[in-house]
């Protein structure tokens, strides 16, 4: 693995350790999953992946997450979990929840191969991406 996706791989797992109070005063007790998990908390009721990056939301129209933790999270919701994708940024923290309905793919997001080839290799897949006007302010949400 390259040096830089190391330091960007260290500093996702910083912010995580960092957002995770917040995490929990909104989703109560959350447990860190293993670095092979698709996704970083889960309790009895939620799972939670944290994507942090050193930009805005207003520096893109979408925010992506690998279509792999889609999948995923449908499998979870099937078996009676909640799922939000949760993305920690320069000016805040947004979140969104997955919900497995065919309207809110309509509306919500998009899957488009897309990807990076910054860090020495090429890392293209498929990517959900969430129209950022989907994405809600950590600090006004509430959980129903």
Not at 1 to 28: H, S, T, V, W
Not at 60 to 77: M, P
Not at 89 to 96: A, R, V
Not at 99 to 122: A, L, M, P, V
Request: glycine share 4%; net charge positive; hydrophobic share 35%.
């Amino acid at each position: 693995m390259n040096q830089k996706k190391q330091e960007d791989l260290r500093f996702g797992l910083n912010a995580e350790d960092q957002i995770k109070p917040k995490l929990i005063e909104i989703f109560g007790s959350l447990r860190k999953l293993d670095k092979y998990n698709d996704f970083d908390f889960a309790n009895e009721k939620y799972f939670i992946e944290v994507k942090t990056r050193r930009k805005p939301l207003d520096e893109y129209n979408t925010w992506w997450f690998d279509n792999r933790k889609r999948l995923v999270a449908k499998q979870q919701i099937v078996k009676g979990f909640r799922c939000f994708f949760v993305w920690n940024l320069e000016d805040g923290i947004y979140l969104w929840e997955y919900k497995n309905k065919k309207s809110q793919h309509k509306n919500e997001y998009y899957i488009e191969e897309g990807g990076r080839w910054d860090r020495g290799c090429y890392e293209i897949s498929d990517l959900v991406n969430v129209r950022t006007p989907y994405l809600m302010d950590i600090n006004n949400f509430i959980l129903e």
